[in-house]
């Protein structure tokens, strides 16, 4: 891209290459603006005869046009894209969201001196209407043999940012107490309705037990036959693993465990199964308040019906220190 000084009314359709501003010192027209007809008027009404503008070259691209199509590539799911000056792409929920970042192709993408992109954090939660990434290209152009190396490497790890939309999910709670379900039930209910609020969601099917595993097991077998999205099980007690009433009513249903232990603070007794691709969680002590825990980090993907694993739970840590 090459500098050039150009007569007022030869500038239409090229950039300006530096900010122009009144007397007074307020900016007419920002560096990088593309020069149309009402700015020619306007430049000419304020005595400007001549402006620096920029000159594509032959092999490159320019910015608004890189942004767009590397944003269009790299997203996926419930997005729209919105184009901004200065070759800025932004990306927009269409309705609410888990959503899923590649996080290795997107330290790549920004090591690649072309374009950076922003998202928010993997795995987190969005409403309708919510920008949640933004791609930026470097001013003015893109060299093509740069955009060509960035297009292939978003290509390869597509989708680097999805928005998976949460549809109408249908949640079961399980409420458990050594000595009388409802106690728990008394005790959660209100601080799990506050939870699940946040997400948009409500439960729709609602058991008490007492925490034993025959009975923990006959209950959430009665959930299971609802096909629910998910079930949540609120203990009064903290349990040791897997090896407790609630994880071994879990086995006896046929739940595989996928996980217990998260390094998230508070929460780290996250115990995580699956029977037949639902998931069934219990969290002991995340429903005594409503504070941000370990819960809110799993739910968004749960509602979305993404099959959360051992390992993306393991990368909880960097930011799993809850305040």
Do not use: W
Request: net charge neutral.
């Amino acid at each position: 891209m090459r500098t050039q000084v150009v007569e007022v009314a030869e500038a239409v359709g090229k950039l300006l290459g530096d900010p122009i501003f009144r007397p007074s010192g307020k900016k007419l027209l920002a560096k990088g603006h593309q020069i149309c007809e009402a700015d020619i008027r306007l430049l000419s009404a304020e005595g400007h005869l001549q402006v620096s503008v920029k000159i594509l070259e032959e092999g490159e691209i320019p910015e608004e046009i890189a942004a767009r199509e590397i944003a269009q590539e790299a997203a996926s799911g419930a997005l729209e894209l919105r184009l901004a000056a200065g070759g800025r792409a932004n990306l927009y929920t269409t309705e609410p969201s888990c959503i899923l970042v590649n996080e290795e192709a997107l330290r790549q993408l920004n090591r690649s001196g072309a374009v950076t992109a922003a998202t928010l954090p993997s795995l987190s939660y969005a409403v309708a209407g919510q920008r949640i990434g933004a791609v930026k290209t470097a001013p003015f152009a893109v060299p093509q043999h740069r955009f060509q190396e960035t297009m292939r490497l978003v290509r390869n790890s597509k989708p680097l940012v999805e928005a998976r939309p949460i549809r109408s999910p249908i949640v079961a709670t399980l409420y458990s107490d050594p000595l009388r379900g409802e106690r728990a039930r008394n005790l959660f209910e209100g601080i799990m309705r506050t939870r699940l609020d946040r997400f948009g969601v409500s439960a729709s099917f609602v058991l008490s037990s007492i925490e034993e595993e025959e009975m923990l097991a006959r209950n959430l077998q009665h959930l299971l036959r609802a096909n629910p999205t998910m079930i949540l099980i609120a203990s009064t007690t903290a349990p040791a693993g897997p090896d407790d009433a609630v994880g071994r009513a879990m086995r006896r249903v046929g739940c595989r465990i996928e996980s217990f232990l998260a390094p998230v603070e508070p929460g780290n007794l996250l115990l995580l199964a699956y029977a037949d691709g639902i998931p069934v969680v219990a969290a002991p002590g995340c429903f005594r308040s409503p504070r941000p825990n370990v819960v809110d980090l799993v739910l968004p993907p749960l509602l979305a019906q993404y099959p959360l694993t051992a390992n993306e739970i393991s990368c909880l840590g960097h930011g799993g220190l809850l305040q």
